[in-house]
């Protein structure tokens, strides 16, 4: 007699459906048992054809069962990697179309604040860096011993550029008039100048070893001053200017954002300004 057997192996738990030939559902199960099956049914089939029916029916049920399991297992996987790609692309940034908005927006900036606006903007900015630096002469000043005076002279001990101006933002338009000093030119001072940077400047006359033919021109004091054998020791003397620049660039920093707050800018946009200046040759 026919016995349809409906269970799951012991071992992996995998859904079973067999059909013994027994005496009777004991004697079936019993089978099975032997069989490591974990028998959960027994069902009497009245004949081997309906028996293998019925397990061809049920073998198909459970497969669409486990193949319909496993695409909506998958179809959740797909959707939780796609949900941590889209997280972690806005939490660090790095969405394409977002750097790209942004990216407009801090260049376009500027541009919305009239032209009029940006060149108060630009002549400000230019001036608190004059005045961050006049204040630090003030209140850091270079001290008596420190100072060039008429009528000394200096034997190079490194070179040094006589500039044919005595102003610094000039460099590139004296650059033609310009020379390299060598050590060991000897040089004398004919004065000493404040130019209209506030920079000191030393007109001086410059003669090659062994020529006495002199070249006319202006050195900066301060890189002058460090190399006479008088003043205050190096170390020193650059610490001191390291503190007058330290000082500057405080009082330069704090002038500025008083700019950011009156204007309601970012630091971005007034750097944006600040290079439009620059390249348009803004007045100041």
């Not at 193949?67 to 806005?90: E, M």
């Not at 002549?123 to 060039?148: C, G, K, M, S």
């Not at 002058?224 to 009082?251: F, I, K, S």
């Amino acid at each position: 007699m026919n016995f349809r057997i409906v269970g799951a192996d012991r071992q992996t738990g995998e859904h079973i459906e067999i059909v013994v030939d027994a005496r009777d559902e004991v004697d079936a199960e019993t089978i099975a048992n032997r069989r490591n099956i974990l028998v959960s049914s027994v069902f009497v089939c009245r004949s081997a054809a309906s028996g293998r029916q019925g397990i061809g029916s049920h073998a198909r049920t459970a497969a669409r069962y486990r193949t319909r399991t496993r695409t909506i297992a998958f179809a959740c996987l797909c959707v939780v990697v796609v949900g941590v790609a889209v997280y972690l692309h806005v939490a660090t940034g790095s969405d394409p179309a977002r750097s790209q908005v942004e990216t407009t927006a801090r260049r376009e900036a500027p541009r919305r604040l009239p032209e009029h606006v940006r060149r108060l903007v630009f002549a400000e900015a230019a001036r608190a860096n004059i005045r961050a630096f006049d204040e630090a002469d003030a209140a850091v000043p270079t001290q008596p011993d420190r100072i060039l005076c008429k009528g000394d002279t200096i034997v190079l001990s490194s070179s040094l550029v006589l500039m044919g101006e005595n102003n610094a933002r000039d460099w590139f338009d004296s650059g033609a008039r310009s020379m390299q000093l060598a050590p060991g030119t000897r040089v004398e001072v004919l004065r000493v100048v404040q130019a209209k940077d506030n920079e000191r400047w030393a007109q001086v006359g410059a003669y090659l070893p062994g020529q006495n033919t002199g070249f006319f021109g202006w050195l900066d004091a301060y890189s002058l001053g460090l190399q006479h054998p008088t003043l205050t020791n190096e170390e020193e003397y650059v610490q001191h200017l390291q503190e007058r620049r330290d000082y500057a660039l405080q009082r330069e920093a704090d002038l500025l954002n008083d700019i950011l707050v009156r204007y309601d800018i970012t630091a971005d946009v007034l750097e944006a300004i600040k290079r439009e200046g620059d390249e348009r040759r803004w007045a100041y």
